[in-house]
């Protein structure tokens, strides 16, 4: 079965700072991989997904993942982040056609 | 305005009843899904529908119970034999019924025990 990892719950960065969030899937083959974004009480919004080609992958609100193979790694970044960007990150893996499987996500803190 | 609108916001269950969240959507997409979610875990998926009159358990369906009689709408009933409901519900939607499309969330019913 797939399954995918966030190893960090809660992350804590000062506003301007960059920012990295790691996700880690285990299958075999490269699945589809999707970061989402969750509000306080809201439901997901899609940041970027991955299929195939260009491993670096742009997104809204100014994010970018980086797949690598090698490590099975799908991180999601951002250069300089804003108090807007403070919310809980989820990362998504699927392959074929099986259902989504979500990780348990990482809630990102954004101090002045 | 399209979107997908799940209601109530909140709702309160008693002890041995039955509750059923709404969800309605005017994005005409075909695949809707229920997900629930707890503090620190990701979302689990109940049940979905990818055609009306037809749906499928999901990783957690028992306890649950669902209908697809209009393409716009997919009612999650919440059955006395789910001994542990108290969640956020996200209710979900897909343009067709590819499986790596773009999810389309709803704002979530939080559902919480008396």
């Known amino acids: 079965a797939q399954s995918v990892t966030q190893p960090d719950i809660h992350i804590t960065v000062s506003e301007g700072a960059s920012l990295e969030l790691r996700c880690n899937y285990s299958?075999?083959?490269?699945?589809?991989l999707f970061w989402y974004v969750q509000s306080p009480g809201q439901g997901l919004q899609l940041l970027l997904k991955?299929?195939?080609?260009?491993?670096l992958v742009q997104g809204i609100k100014g994010f970018e993942a980086e797949f690598k193979r090698s490590q099975s790694s799908f991180n999601l970044r951002k250069p300089s982040v804003h108090w807007s960007d403070a919310a809980e990150y989820f990362c998504?893996?699927?392959?074929?056609?099986?259902?989504?499987?979500f990780g348990t996500g990482t809630r990102l803190t954004i101090i002045p | 305005d399209g979107g997908i609108t799940q209601s109530p916001k909140y709702l309160f269950r008693k002890e041995g009843q039955n509750v059923t969240l709404s969800c309605e959507q005017n994005?005409?997409?075909?695949?809707m899904y229920w997900y629930r979610q707890d503090p620190g875990q990701g979302l689990r998926l109940i049940y979905y529908?990818?055609?009306?009159?037809?749906?499928q358990k999901g990783d957690i369906a028992e306890g649950y119970s669902v209908s697809r009689e209009k393409k716009e709408s997919f009612p999650l009933t919440v059955t006395s034999a789910q001994k542990n409901p108290t969640a956020f519900y996200l209710c979900?939607?897909?343009?067709?019924?590819?499986?790596?499309?773009?999810?389309?969330f709803g704002s979530g019913t939080q559902l919480s025990v008396l």
């Open positions: 998504a893996v699927q392959r074929g056609n099986e259902k989504l499987t």
């Open positions: 299958y075999g083959a490269t699945p589809y």
């Open positions: 991955y299929f195939s080609g260009d491993t």
């Open positions: 994005l005409n997409h075909d695949a």
């Open positions: 529908s990818q055609i009306v009159n037809d749906f």
């Open positions: 979900a939607t897909t343009p067709g019924s590819v499986t790596n499309e773009k999810l389309f």
